[in-house]
């Protein structure tokens, strides 16, 4: 019985080194394996060489009626080279319960959201999405958990993390706004 155990421990170990492994070998941010909304396999690399505003988002959260900022600022800026990229996440307080088709729906209908959407992901814990291990994570020039919904990563043309707003900071305050126009500019 001993024998086995150790067979398999060893396996589940070098499980998590291959995962641990293919996530470091993604050259950069827009190799990282996403489905959008509509359950669709993606990537961020259709925005490469575009300004990226990542946000964790949620429909039942005192943040919501954030989604108007942002899709302002997507209207805005879009044709500049700006992408928000909305990642659904249940974590906190179960403020997104509901499912793909049931978020997309709310969040055309309350506030006309045309910028890209995903699926739901976790953005803390053991089951963090790679994504948000390479915005969040112990190598990330911003670490640190997700404190709530509509946590902010601002990313560059370079594909490189530029900023991180906090939750509470609004999408269209004068350092979210300033950060963008920087980005958008260099070149």
Not at 3 to 31: E, G, N, R
Not at 64 to 72: D, F, G, I, R, S
């Amino acid at each position: 019985m001993v024998p086995t155990m150790k067979i398999t421990f060893f396996l589940l170990a070098a499980v998590a080194m291959m995962q641990a492994t293919s996530l470091l070998a993604a050259d950069s941010i827009y190799d990282i394996p996403l489905k959008n909304i509509d359950g669709q396999d993606t990537s961020l690399k259709p925005y490469q060489g575009k300004v990226l505003l990542i946000v964790n988002v949620a429909s039942k959260c005192g943040n919501t009626p954030q989604y108007k900022a942002l899709e302002a600022l997507y209207e805005k800026y879009k044709d500049q080279g700006l992408v928000i990229c909305g990642f659904p996440c249940n974590q906190f307080h179960a403020q997104e319960p509901g499912t793909s088709a049931e978020i997309k729906t709310f969040c055309t209908s309350k506030y006309n959201v045309t910028f890209p959407m995903f699926e739901k992901i976790e953005v803390n814990g053991e089951n963090r999405h790679p994504l948000y291990v390479l915005l969040a994570g112990p190598s990330s020039p911003f670490p640190g958990n997700i404190k709530w919904n509509f946590g902010k990563f601002l990313v560059g043309r370079d594909g490189k993390i530029v900023s991180r707003f906090e939750p509470k900071v609004k999408p269209d305050s004068p350092e979210v706004v300033q950060a963008i126009e920087a980005a958008l500019a260099a070149k």
